[in-house]
C-alpha cells in the first residue's frame, strides 16, 4: 500500500524560507509523476507544482520564481523549497503521487 509522509512545514515570517518533504513509501515513485497542492482556509485545494518522471517542472503562476519543486527518486523523495514566502502562500501542503495518492499534509504559516 502506497504512503505519502509530508513534513517540514512550521511558522515563518514574510520573506522567509521553508523546505517541505514528502517520503513515498510502498510505491515506486519514480514511476510517476508528482505534485504539491496547498489548501487555504476555506479555500479549495489547488496545485502548486509538479513533477515529471523525467523530472520536468511546472508551477502556479502565484509561485513562479519562488519556489522549486524537486524530486529524489534514489530516495523515493519529493521536495519543495519555498522562498520569500508570502502570506497568502499560508495553508496545507500535500503532495501528490500519480494524482493517485496524497500524504496527511503539513500546516505552512507566514505571518506578516
Known amino acids: 500500500q502506497a504512503r505519502l509522509v509530508e513534513s517540514g512545514g512550521g511558522l515563518v515570517q514574510a520573506g522567509g524560507s521553508l523546505q517541505l518533504s514528502c517520503a513515498a513509501s510502498?510505491?515506486?515513485?519514480?514511476?510517476?509523476?508528482m505534485a504539491w497542492h496547498r489548501q487555504a482556509p476555506g479555500e479549495q485545494r489547488d496545485l502548486v507544482a509538479t513533477i515529471s518522471k523525467d523530472h520536468t517542472t511546472n508551477y502556479a503562476n502565484s509561485v513562479k520564481g519562488r519556489f522549486t519543486i524537486a524530486r529524489d527518486n534514489a530516495k523515493n523523495m519529493l521536495y519543495l523549497q519555498m522562498n520569500n514566502l508570502k502570506p497568502e502562500d499560508t495553508g496545507i501542503y500535500y503532495c501528490?503521487?500519480?494524482?493517485?495518492?496524497w500524504g496527511q499534509g503539513t500546516q505552512v504559516t507566514v505571518s506578516s
Open positions: 510502498g510505491i515506486i515513485a519514480r514511476l510517476y509523476a
Open positions: 501528490s503521487l500519480g494524482g493517485l495518492y
